[in-house]
Protein backbone atom coordinates (compact mmCIF):
# COMPACT_ATOMS: atom_id res chain seq x y z
CA UNK A 1 0.00 0.00 0.00
CA UNK A 2 1.46 3.15 -0.98
CA UNK A 3 5.03 2.14 -1.47
CA UNK A 4 5.90 4.07 -4.64
CA UNK A 5 9.05 3.56 -6.41
CA UNK A 6 12.47 2.40 -4.61
CA UNK A 7 15.07 4.97 -5.64
CA UNK A 8 18.73 4.69 -4.90
CA UNK A 9 20.55 6.89 -2.37
CA UNK A 10 22.57 9.51 -3.73
CA UNK A 11 25.05 11.25 -0.90
CA UNK A 12 25.84 13.98 -2.78
CA UNK A 13 22.45 15.07 -4.62
CA UNK A 14 21.63 15.33 -1.34
CA UNK A 15 24.13 17.51 0.02
CA UNK A 16 23.34 19.84 -2.87
CA UNK A 17 19.61 19.74 -2.12
CA UNK A 18 20.70 20.46 1.54
CA UNK A 19 22.33 23.55 0.86
CA UNK A 20 19.03 24.56 -1.03
CA UNK A 21 16.91 23.98 1.41
CA UNK A 22 19.22 26.12 3.79
CA UNK A 23 19.12 28.64 1.29
CA UNK A 24 15.34 28.95 1.37
CA UNK A 25 15.17 28.54 5.22
CA UNK A 26 17.44 31.58 5.16
CA UNK A 27 15.51 33.62 2.87
CA UNK A 28 12.53 33.22 4.35
CA UNK A 29 13.81 34.18 7.87
CA UNK A 30 14.44 37.66 6.16
CA UNK A 31 11.22 39.16 7.19
CA UNK A 32 10.33 41.36 3.82
CA UNK A 33 11.40 38.45 1.57
CA UNK A 34 9.34 35.95 3.52
CA UNK A 35 6.32 38.23 3.60
CA UNK A 36 6.60 39.41 0.18
CA UNK A 37 5.78 42.77 0.46
CA UNK A 38 6.79 43.65 -3.07
CA UNK A 39 4.37 41.99 -5.95
CA UNK A 40 6.51 42.71 -9.00
CA UNK A 41 9.12 40.20 -9.84
CA UNK A 42 11.88 43.05 -10.86
CA UNK A 43 11.10 44.52 -6.89
CA UNK A 44 10.96 41.45 -4.88
CA UNK A 45 14.27 41.06 -7.29
CA UNK A 46 15.73 43.91 -5.70
CA UNK A 47 15.04 42.62 -2.09
CA UNK A 48 16.52 39.29 -2.52
CA UNK A 49 20.07 40.83 -3.93
CA UNK A 50 21.60 42.71 -0.76
CA UNK A 51 20.06 39.88 1.05
CA UNK A 52 22.40 37.54 -0.50
CA UNK A 53 24.93 40.39 -0.14
CA UNK A 54 24.25 41.04 3.36
CA UNK A 55 24.57 36.98 3.94
CA UNK A 56 27.64 36.66 2.11
CA UNK A 57 29.59 39.71 4.14
CA UNK A 58 28.27 38.48 7.20
CA UNK A 59 30.40 34.68 6.12
CA UNK A 60 33.31 36.00 5.02
CA UNK A 61 33.69 39.00 8.23
CA UNK A 62 31.38 37.44 10.83
CA UNK A 63 32.96 39.37 13.73
CA UNK A 64 31.68 42.85 11.60
CA UNK A 65 28.14 43.04 12.81
CA UNK A 66 26.23 44.52 9.65
CA UNK A 67 23.13 46.83 11.03
Request: aromatic share 8%; hydrophobic share 35%.
Amino acid sequence: MGQGCARAFDPDLYRRRNVIECCVGWLTGCRSIATRHEKLAINFSAMVKPAFMRQYLRTIRPSDRIQ
